[in-house]
């Protein structure tokens, strides 16, 4: 077992390294409490672990997590730290039966923090966060962008008593500014891949680093504002302390394994000396299960083992029969019966809807037809009716069922409004071709045509 002073810094540069990546600092005096299971380590330890899932989750602990800490209560946070290991698979009977109110657990959530690190790498990922400075995005040291991008106002989600049409506006217009948007960004994009490649060909053969013949963006900013030269060192000064202290980590990572030994052994020692608690607790998860929920358990098999034997000998019977039939038909065969059997069910319903429609037929009275009659009659006849009342089959050679005039005009009525959506969706694609070549045009189209007969 190494010393305690050797322990304590080893533990105090783990709480460097979990500080500098976010998490709260905890000191090796938490850790030491925390390891007898004292009740003032346990809402700091509680915490520690909420920011290590938080992290484990999202890779940074950011002012959501620290809003997350505020808003969620005590059995909030706990139920969600427990629901987050056990889906991790960390199955720990003592841990689930922590209490929520933060008031005792100490080692076990120690013992869940060691057990985490291992799981989720903690160290592998701190490690890859650590990256220079100088490979970072330009716009962290810019204080002020054009800011281009035009305000896209309310959303039409806001108010349920605007009234639909003036909601479908505000949706239109919406659209089109985000398309507006979207082409101000392209333009953007284009501008800023045009400066890029004046950059290289500007400072070609002159670089800074063995992988690159010319300046990069960053490097020609800080050229141009020496004083973010400071600021740059600042960071590389941190961003070298930071890994120097995850070397030291690697060296005497061991000490701290060793003393979470201790830990494990404190923990099995005292879970000896009460083992019928312990026995008493098996089976648990962090929902708390009812008592009588293993009795509930059994009398349920058991009752399952009645039923499954009580059809067991119906089962057997029809393995048999099964075996039986496959062996004597083929499955040609079998497609053919099956089809057979649906031929025939077929037959019979034609037969059955025939019948029917017979029975139906002799009891109603023939149906009356309306014809169009030609304009065309002699001046002696006078005035008559267009539309003529034919009782039955046949009538006047000169008449027109109406029933097919009505269909061909339908027909053509069809045909138009097929060519005028052709139409209209020709002059709307011309119109778009022309907005996208005058700046800063949107093309909205009016409400009467959106709401003619074109779009019924």
Same mark, same amino acid.
């Given at each position: 077992?190494? $010393?305690?002073?050797?322990? *304590? ?7 460097? =390294? ?64 427990? %629901? ?15 209490? +929520?109110?933060?008031?005792? $657990? ?21 490690? #890859? ?35 639909? $049409?003036? %909601?479908?506006? %505000?949706?239109?217009? &919406? +659209?089109?500014? !985000?398309?507006?948007? =979207? ?13 890029? +490649? ?19 963006? &960053? ?21 070298n302390e930071r890994l120097q202290n995850l070397? +030291?980590?690697?060296?005497?990572? #061991? ?20 083992? @019928? ?5 098996? $089976? ?36 048999? &029969?099964?075996?039986?039939?496959r062996q004597e038909i083929s499955n040609h ?25 017979? @029975? ?10 309306? %014809?169009?009659?030609? *304009? ?24 027109? #069922? ?12 069809? @045909? ?17 071709? !022309? ?5 800063s045009a949107i093309c909205i189209e009016p ?10």
């Open positions: 077992m190494p $010393g305690s002073t050797q322990v *304590r810094e080893t533990i105090e540069l783990l709480s460097t =390294l979990l500080n500098e990546n976010g998490v709260s600092l905890v000191t090796a005096e938490t850790f030491r409490l925390a390891k007898f299971n004292k009740y003032e380590a346990t809402p700091v330890m509680w915490k520690l672990l909420f920011e290590l899932v938080y992290f484990s989750n999202y890779g940074v602990v950011d002012e959501s997590a620290v809003k997350a800490q505020r808003q969620l209560s005590d059995e909030e946070k706990c139920v969600l730290v427990k %629901r987050e290991l056990q889906s991790r698979g960390y199955m720990s009977h003592d841990f689930a039966h922590l209490p +929520n109110d933060t008031s005792r $657990g100490s080692r076990e959530l120690l013992l869940a923090m060691a057990w985490l690190m291992c799981k989720e790498t903690l160290i592998e990922r701190f490690m #890859d966060k650590c990256t220079s400075p100088l490979d970072e995005n330009i716009s962290q040291w810019c204080k002020e962008w054009p800011n281009s991008i035009c305000d896209l106002g309310p959303t039409a989600q806001g108010d349920s008593a605007v009234p639909p $049409g003036e %909601r479908v506006q %505000r949706l239109l217009v &919406l +659209n089109s500014k !985000l398309r507006l948007n =979207l082409r101000r960004m392209y333009a953007a994009q284009q501008h800023e891949a045009k400066l890029l +490649n004046k950059i290289e060909n500007t400072t070609a053969g002159i670089s800074l680093r063995k992988s690159r013949d010319n300046l990069s963006a &960053l490097e020609v900013h800080l050229l141009r504002h020496p004083h973010l030269l400071k600021r740059m060192l600042v960071l590389l000064d941190k961003d070397m +030291n980590w690697r060296q005497h990572e #061991d000490v701290f394994w060793k003393w979470m030994d201790s830990v494990l052994d404190l923990k099995v020692k005292a879970a000896a000396e009460d083992r @019928d608690q312990s026995e008493a607790q098996s $089976g648990a998860v962090y929902l708390q299960a009812p008592v009588d929920g293993p009795v509930q358990m059994q009398l349920a098999r058991q009752q399952l083992v009645q039923s499954i034997l009580s059809y067991e000998s119906s089962i057997k019977y029809l393995e048999q &029969l099964w075996e039986t039939k065969e079998l497609d053919n019966l099956i089809a057979s059997i649906n031929m025939d069910i077929s037959v019979h319903k034609a037969n059955l809807m025939l019948t029917a429609a017979h @029975d139906v037929a002799g009891t109603l009275k023939p149906e009356p037809s309306f %014809r169009l009659a030609s *304009r065309a009659r002699s001046r002696g006849q006078g005035k008559v009716a267009n539309v003529q009342h034919s009782p039955g089959e046949g009538g006047d050679s000169c008449c027109t #069922d109406i029933t097919r005039v009505t269909e061909e005009l339908t027909h053509q009525i069809q @045909d138009m409004r097929t060519q005028l959506t052709q139409m209209h969706r020709e002059c709307q694609k011309t119109l778009m071709g !022309l907005a996208r070549n005058i700046p409400t009467a045509v959106r709401q003619s007969d074109l779009y019924a």
